[in-house]
């Protein structure tokens, strides 16, 4: 009985942000929701607050200027990302992959951010007001700071 229901959420999830959410290509934020796939889409300027996006596989994908505030990231791909001026306050990134993304003004207010791969992205004026950050090379470190990659 727990799993019909567990299932049936997770099924009607993303009907649930249909209505509330635009973005530039309303094909690309209905593939991503409905494969949890959506590489090289454009979903710039989107709002995602809340979402789960586990697992999601955004590689490449323009998020430019989007909300994902309190949206959950866990094991996310956003390999080559464009992710600037991005709002993650309050999101929950764990083992998510920023490998070569563009950060750049993200803002990671009161993030949660574990074990997240950022070697290679650009991260220029972050915010990370009382982000808690473990295990990931994001902070004060300057041009020899040693971040490690995925392998």
């Known amino acids: 009985m ?3 229901l567990l299932a049936a959420i997770a099924l009607a999830t993303p009907l649930f942000f249909s209505g ?3 973005a530039e290509n309303p094909q690309d934020l209905q593939k991503l929701f409905s494969t949890g796939e959506c590489n090289r889409c454009n979903l710039s300027g989107v709002n995602l607050s809340g979402a789960h996006l586990i697992g999601a596989d955004l590689r490449g994908a323009n998020l430019q200027g989007a909300n994902l505030t309190g949206a959950n990231l866990e094991g996310a791909d956003l390999t080559r990302a464009n992710l600037k001026g991005a709002n993650l306050t309050s999101a929950f990134v764990t083992n998510v992959n920023f490998k070569q993304a563009n950060l750049n003004g993200v803002n990671f207010t009161k993030a949660t951010i574990n074990d997240s791969n950022v070697y290679g992205a650009s991260m220029n004026n972050l915010n990370l007001t009382d982000a808690e950050i473990y295990n990931t ?3 004060i470190g300057g041009e020899d700071a040693q971040i490690p990659d995925w392998d």
Request: proline share 0%.
């Open 2 to 4: 727990k799993l019909q």
């Open 137 to 139: 090379g994001i902070g």
């Open 20 to 22: 509330s959410v635009q």
